[in-house]
């Protein structure tokens, strides 16, 4: 977003009304405004009142410069009590039930937000992308894709309807295999699919989308569904690329071009490209930890090894968890499962030492499970 919706001129009319803040969360220094407010995904935005410090809106995930405007105009709205009843309130609850990481409590508010406000409750789109949000959350994949299934009943074509997609059959993907994540797929995925064309939606959220539905293809054991799909949706990342007109706007999509190569079996596609990103950004750890995932899918160990290392001599917080993984999986690769089970406890201790707001709950558990995997108790 930054590289792509964040410096759109039409965001200029915002100026004067709203002050700009970007937070970094991987710097330590910015744990005690992660303390105060919570982030559970990234990117996420907040339009915090300054008199009182709350947190009057929040969005996970993506937006579009059309929804960043719109938020400023539903937040203005919001702060200013213009939107008086019930809808609003309830609403205004969730939200703070967000900021607590009360999820599931969040999402009851925002059901009773959509009850109260209608279909003609101007913030009914929002409300319902951040329900399915918060259903995924609250870790009942379940009630995730039951929400998700609701929402896109009346949820037009659209950013919004893109990413609700995106949410559910993710959601559908982590119930156990059997007849009810067949039926959730069943349902979403004919969605999904229109959905990848969706006029205004951003190219990370196409990029989700065609990720879920690939995997959800390789699932339900459909190999040439899932490769075909990985096929056009390396395309569209490369195409993007291609259109970016900046080397950290077209780095931006690396990440999920290994994803999409090393689902289409062709790893070494994404290599010359991260390649270009780590030397047009010499001051970002980000390509050489993107460079030491992909040498493991390419199965050349010291290479990886040695981009994790350069990785981790500029990275700081939480994101060196995922880099310190990577690590030892390159040591473990070259038959150094000792120095791969130090690097897997450096991770843990890391992990440990950072504040509770910050710590990567993912990075986190891959990393203690491979840690006992290599013998640590």
Sequence with gaps: MRAHVLLDARLARLAGRFVRLDVNTEEPRNAAFLERFPIDAWPTLLVVDPA????????????????????????????????????????????????????????????EALAAGGPGWRGREAAGAALVQALGFAGDAGACVGGAR?????LPA????????????????????????????DALEPIGRRALGAEGALADDRSWLFDALSEARAARGDEAGARALARAWLRFLESEAARARTPAARAAFDAQRVDAATRLGQPERALAPLRRSERDLPGDFVPAANLATLYLELGRPAEALAAADRA?????????????VARARAQ?????????RDTARRALDEVAALPEATKPRRPAAVAEALYRELGGE
């Design 150 to 154: 609701e929402v896109l009943r009346w």
């Design 312 to 324: 981790l001599a500029l990275a700081g917080g939480p994101r060196r968890i995922r880099v310190l």
């Design 332 to 340: 473990e690769a070259l038959g150094d499962r000792a120095g791969a």
């Design 158 to 185: 659209g950013a919004v309807r893109t990413r609700v997609a995106a949410q559910g059959i993710a959601c559908a993907l982590e119930l156990d295999e059997g007849p009810a994540r067949t039926a959730a797929l």
């Design 52 to 111: 009182t410090e709350r947190v009057v809106l929040r969005r996970a995930g993506t937006a579009t410069v059309t929804e960043v405007l719109a938020l400023a105009r539903e937040a203005e709205a919001l702060t200013r009590a213009e939107r008086a009843g019930a809808a609003a309130a309830a609403a205004a609850r969730a939200e703070g039930l967000l900021a607590e990481r009360r999820h599931a409590e969040a999402a009851a508010a925002f059901r």
